[in-house]
């Protein structure tokens, strides 16, 4: 047999770690590694957080799972508490991002069945889009990295260029049921949309009766320094997905809707068997306790200033690598001059400086952080960066 039991599906680095503590992971020989990519957004707290922990193992001891064939005080609590912080009316809870996308995609197709307009079926999406892996939400991509050999893809998606919004309303048609887009595309390069892109979007849709769909999966929940990235847009969606940091690495994910978008999803429409399952939900509420502390929120903003003014100080002495820096609060990016491949660059940083990040599309290094970083962590990166940059660039300059 040579096929390895775990499906090869992904590229698997060498680092192979067995724990975590706080901003740290740990492999099998003890080695230690400054993790500032928290599982892809998901560590918010980073690792072994008391609270999380804590409400894990004791939910754990008094009720995991029942199904959704019985009433859900856990999840009615966590649902009108995200409610109370958000847009949103109504929330469905999944297991993960794509699972709330596809929540997503059927709430908008809903709304116009219900509302007299079902032909109202394709969602305009956004080149370099990412939005899971599930059939639809690959089928709301155009990157052929993700949809080569998947065909037949469901229809009811067009493609416009990401912040292009005289292309995405040359889209609209009788056919269109809204728009779906990342706030901050995450996978595709860390690229925020523009104020005057997202408001435009949004006055479509009110002017033809179309739906917002925010894809938050991986810029929500305290990421960018706000609970919601749309917050940074004076901007609200109809219909927004959330996963990832939402119950900082307990498998969750939540489509939220205000209450008209939510009209089509009646009994019977929808329905998971674990989602929002009572472990699940004790996990969620850790995270939201943590997050709604006053001044939480303020502390990312501020260690996203703090990261951005440090990586910003010290790019002159490395500008033959790096090109820019994007993103919000403690999404950041960090894009490299073509002569360097950031997917290099987050291997070089990985095993030979100790330093975790993630590559993302454009030539983009990634940089996220647990939410509860300081300021000395932030230190340890970026003389670790810089040390990583040094290393790097003769390999660069011969490339
Ligand atoms: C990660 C991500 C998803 C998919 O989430 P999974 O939990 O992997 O299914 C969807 N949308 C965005 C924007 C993401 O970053």
Redesign the pocket.
Known sequence: MSTPALMPVYPRCGVRPVRGEGCYLYGEQGEQYLDFAAG?AVNALGHGHPKLVEAIAKQAATLMHVSNLYGSPQGEHLAQRIVENSFADTVFFTN????A?ECAIKTARRYHFVTGDPQRTTLITFNNA????TMG?ISATNQSKMRDGFEPLLPGFAYAPFNDLEAALALIDDTTAGFMV?TIQ??GGVSAATTEFLQGLRKACDEHGLLLVL?E??CGYGRTGKMWAYEHYGVTPDIL?S??GIAGGFPL?ACLATEEAAKGMVFGTHGSTYGGNPLAMAAGEAILDVMLEPGFLDHVTAMGDRLRASVEQMMPNHDDMFDSLRGKGLMFGIKLKDAVVARDFVAHLRDNHGLLTVSAGENVVRVLPPLVIEEAHIAEFVQKLSDGARSFAPVAVAA
């Not at 993960?96 to 699972?99: D, F, L, R, V």
């Not at 990412?130 to 892996?133: A, D, N, P, V």
């Open positions: 892809i993960s991002g794509t699972e996308v990412f939005h899971g892996r939400a990342e995450g996978e894809d999966v991986q997905s996963a990832k994910g």
